[in-house]
T-cell receptor, first 112, second 113 residues
Framework: NAGVTQTPKFQVLKTGQSMTLQCAQD?????MSWYRQDPGMGLRLIHY???????DQGEVPNGYNVSRSTTEDFPLRLLSAAPSQTSVYFC???????????FGPGTRLTVL | AQSVTQPDIHITVSEGASLELRCNYS??????LFWYVQSPGQGLQLLLK??????LVQGIKGFEAEFKRSQSSFNLRKPSVHWSDAAEYFC???????????FGTGTSLTVIP
């Protein structure tokens, strides 16, 4: 099993550009989530999904969109990137919200 | 609202010394409790978790944690630290009736020879 995979590993954007961070898991997990990690802030939940077709907002959802058309994939979209979105983004999956979460390797995003 | 507090931003210990990392949570009922470790440039790896039962939980890499309901704490311990334990440690909670995971701000551990 590949576990949780994320692409790309690094990305540089200009302010106003859009992009999609990809996340996929092959463990048949229903629950998937996106976090951003900033120095001194820990991990903050952006969006999560409890199953295909169901998504909800986390602590810091503004500026990000998600969709969950399949169990395996949970892409995160930045519609108009801002410097405040410079961060490391982690995708995670688990059987249920309160179970152990399995993390991807992260995407380091810089917005100029 | 739920919250997780890790009061120590950074800790330095000598190799072979004991370690305790603190974690306090704020929640009405007992949540599910976790400790994760993040090595530089890596994702997060689960060290241990507490759902119910014995309040002393054993994890990987020689770590253990003790749940104390009266103090709303879930402190992580290791009797003898190795240089490879240098990393960032995160405490996390998951309310049993909710859909979200909450992380603390992390404690960075430096191990000196």
């Amino acid at each position: 099993n590949a576990g949780v995979t994320q692409t790309p590993k690094f990305q540089v954007l200009k302010t106003g550009q859009s992009m999609t961070l990809q996340c996929a898991q092959d463990m048949n997990h229903e629950y998937m989530s996106w976090y951003r990690q900033d120095p001194g802030m820990g991990l903050r939940l952006i969006h999560y999904s409890v199953g295909a077709g169901i998504t909800d907002q986390g602590e810091v959802p503004n500026g990000y969109n998600v969709s969950r058309s399949t169990t395996e994939d949970f892409p995160l979209r930045l519609l108009s990137a801002a410097p405040s979105q410079t961060s490391v983004y982690f995708c995670a999956s688990s059987y249920a919200p309160h179970n152990e979460q399995f993390f991807g390797p992260g995407t380091r995003l810089t917005v100029l | 609202a739920q919250s997780v507090t890790q009061p120590d931003i950074h800790i330095t210990v000598s190799e072979g010394a004991s370690l305790e990392l603190r974690c306090n949570y704020s929640y009405g009922a007992t949540p599910y409790l976790f400790w994760y470790v993040q090595s530089p440039g890596q994702g997060l790896q689960l060290l241990l978790k507490y759902f119910s039962g014995d309040t002393l939980v054993q994890g990987i890499k020689g770590f253990e944690a003790e749940f104390k309901r009266s103090q709303s704490s879930f402190n992580l311990r290791k009797p003898s630290v190795h240089w490879s334990d240098a990393a960032e440690y995160f405490c996390a909670v998951a309310p049993p009736d909710g859909n979200q995971f909450y992380f603390g701000t992390g404690t960075s551990l430096t191990v000196i020879p």
